[in-house]
């Protein structure tokens, strides 16, 4: 099994276990609008470039509302199989590359929400290799509205996110890879990372929008 289908798989789980009314880590989403989401983004190209086309948002959640209203069952028997053949996300290689680190975080997005949050799985190596090649090839796109440096550590290797500006300081995020992989998400939260640098400089990176 790849490792973005051992992490689907267990996505997949998470959210058949909590059921549709379940909370999430989104803002304002259950598990069944997140359940939607993923559905949209793999299947309907249209509507999910609403998620990073600012003009297109309106589309793309009248169609996310609209999947949503479907049976929960079908939804994840939707999320289970995979991207359509014509999908982007079917392309050979693509899929491990985006997806990996896409349904890592949305399951930690069930199963760290509510009152009970889950502790943090141990990933098998497959899956931190992966995983550490996506944040690796993301951190500076991530980062880049941060006012100051930030450096990601992990047990796998070592990224300069973000090169301090003139005269501000540098935050070193140091953990491990998918919990730096949550925090680079903006699950900050619920992410086990050492975060290391001046006060001022951890308050000027708490926040910052890495909307990609």
Do not use: K, Q
């Amino acid at each position: 099994m790849t490792p973005s289908a051992s992490e689907r798989a267990v996505l997949v789980e998470e959210l058949g276990r909590c059921g549709p009314d379940a909370p999430t880590l989104c803002a304002g989403w259950t598990a069944r609008d997140l359940a939607a989401h993923l559905v949209v983004r793999e299947r309907r190209p249209d509507a999910a470039l609403g998620i990073v086309v600012t003009p297109l948002a309106g589309h793309g959640e009248r169609v996310r509302a609209a999947v949503a209203a479907r049976p929960f069952d079908v939804l994840l028997d939707l999320v289970a199989s995979g991207p359509p053949r014509l999908s982007p996300f079917a392309l050979p290689g693509v899929e491990t590359a985006v997806n990996t680190g896409e349904h890592f975080v949305h399951a930690e997005d069930v199963r760290r929400a509510g009152d009970a949050p889950a502790e943090p799985r141990a990933l098998p190596a497959a899956v931190r290799r992966a995983l550490w090649g996506g944040l690796r090839g993301r951190a500076r796109l991530l980062y880049r509205r941060s006012p100051v440096g930030v450096v990601l550590e992990t047990p796998e290797g070592r990224v300069v996110a973000r090169r301090a500006p003139e005269g501000a300081g540098t935050v070193v995020l140091r953990g491990d890879v998918g919990e730096v992989l949550l925090h680079s998400f903006g699950r900050e939260a619920v992410a086990r990372v050492e975060v290391e640098g001046s006060p001022e400089d951890v308050r000027a990176l708490a926040g910052v929008d890495r909307a990609v």
